[in-house]
């Protein structure tokens, strides 16, 4: 089956965050792709050593989250958002999920099933793409 997962992980030195010493360790300081990369590539590793396929990663950088968001007692509202494409089984799939919840950076996720039929996902590329020229209008 293929999976979409969409994360945003947490931005250190987020004003409106009320945070322990402690919880300042697990933050991702602006500028660094280093925790950001860690994550993404723990949940690959665990899709490549049950078997799976990782199509692609796509980074889409820092944004401003639709509102703020509470997770692990500090508020935040900038995420570093990033997206992997991933060939899985439906375990290996719940296992992603535990790990990522488990992890003190993560703000939120989301793994979307985008088909399980080969005739549905034989054409879909690793490549994701985030389209910001387009209006309302034309999806109409």
């Not at 991702?28 to 792709?33: A, E, F, I, T």
């Not at 996720?109 to 549905?120: M, T």
């Amino acid at each position: 089956m293929l999976y979409e997962l969409i994360a945003i992980v947490c931005e250190f030195g987020n004003p409106f965050s009320v945070l322990c010493e402690c919880a300042k360790f697990f933050q991702v300081r602006p500028g660094s792709l280093h925790e950001v990369r860690d994550i993404a590539r723990n949940a690959g590793l665990q899709v490549l050593r049950s078997g799976g396929v990782i199509r692609g990663y796509n980074n889409w950088g820092t944004f401003k989250l639709p509102k703020p968001t509470t997770k692990h007692q500090a508020r935040y509202t900038e995420g570093h958002h990033f997206i992997m494409r991933f060939d899985a089984s439906g375990p290996v799939q719940m296992s992603v999920r535990r790990t990522l919840g488990l992890d003190p950076r993560m703000i939120r996720f989301s793994v979307v099933k985008v088909g399980d039929k080969l005739e549905e996902i034989k054409d879909v590329e690793g490549k994701i793409e985030w389209n910001k020229t387009r209006n309302i209008s034309e999806s109409i």
